[in-house]
């Protein structure tokens, strides 16, 4: 029987041979996998293949440990944020929507090898998405435990059509809890120290394609521990939510500086963490300013310019004149 391969397999047949490393050759075989006819005519080419893709897991897996291969993003903006999830889940799709990135993007999965940054505009501040490669049961990138564990969060984004959802979550949180970053609902009091927890926030994507008792389900099976967004990248559905919820999620402050006499900068806030204080806010424009502190004025919610002391804690939004 002809093998009738197509013109999307020969081009990743070719992306094979110009393969320069480990991580590109194993791309290669991955996308091969995914695009070959799949038919008895191609049968023993699948099996091929299959070995193949698994030498080259092994063979990248083994390198990786051996040269202690790091793979890293420059923070950029007010806070980083991972895209984890599944093969094919649409988290490439999800940076695309949400920045002004180009991610590769495709229907079959393993199409991300390599992180991918992008700045999501929210409001007045910029928040960075990392798209990353998928975790699945057969192959995680060994660089990826790394990475997950310098974010400040996570978005999990999982398919709600497909069937396999609780299968593909419990494999992404074993295999990042294996790497010591849980990820996590609230932020535990008491864990084991050697652990980051990472605070995740779940995106039900494809919400354009999927059924509405498949969302409710996993709308009840996850919400008690992730805040959770229904999501589609076509109708454009949820991306606004998404948004707040990735910024809620943060449990970040902006505040606006507001030089004596003068109007507050407006365009530019300073980002802490809730719960920081005047003097934290102090000591993040300047020691000297931090030491010689004697008192803040605040403007927002209730304060119109009043008094506050060094340890009242700044709110969203807080406009603060700070006097030495
Ligand atoms: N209908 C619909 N299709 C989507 C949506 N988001 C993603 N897709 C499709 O789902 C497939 C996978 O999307 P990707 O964004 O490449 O998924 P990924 O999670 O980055 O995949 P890997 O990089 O392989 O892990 C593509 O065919 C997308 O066009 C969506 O909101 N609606
Ligand atoms: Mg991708």
Known sequence: MPA???????ASEAKLKAAKS???????????L???PKHKGTEKMQADLKRRLARARQEEESRTAKHGYHVHVDPEGAAQVVLVGPPNAGKSSLLKALTRAEPGIAEYPFTTTRPQPGMMPYEDVQVQ????PPIAREHMDPWMGNLVRGADAAVLVVDPTSAEVPED??????????QRVPLVG???????????PLPTLMVLAKADRAREED????????APEYPIVRVSVVSRAGLESLKVAVWRRLQLVRVYAKPPGKPADRLDPFVLSQGATVHDLAE?????????????RVWGGKLDGQRVAREFELRDRDVVELAT
């Open 4 to 10: 009738n391969l197509t013109p999307q397999y020969r």
């Open 215 to 222: 969302l409710a389900v996993l709308e009840e099976m996850y």
């Open 186 to 196: 609230e932020l535990p009091e008491d864990g084991d120290s050697r652990d980051t």
């Open 129 to 132: 998405l990392v798209d990353l």
């Open 22 to 32: 480990a991580d590109e050759r194993r791309a290669a075989l991955e996308e091969m």
């Open 169 to 178: 979550v419990e494999v992404v949180r074993e295999r990042l809890a294996g």
């Open 284 to 296: 993040r424009i300047h020691r000297e300013i931090a030491e010689k502190l004697a008192f803040a």
């Open 34 to 36: 995914a695009t070959i």
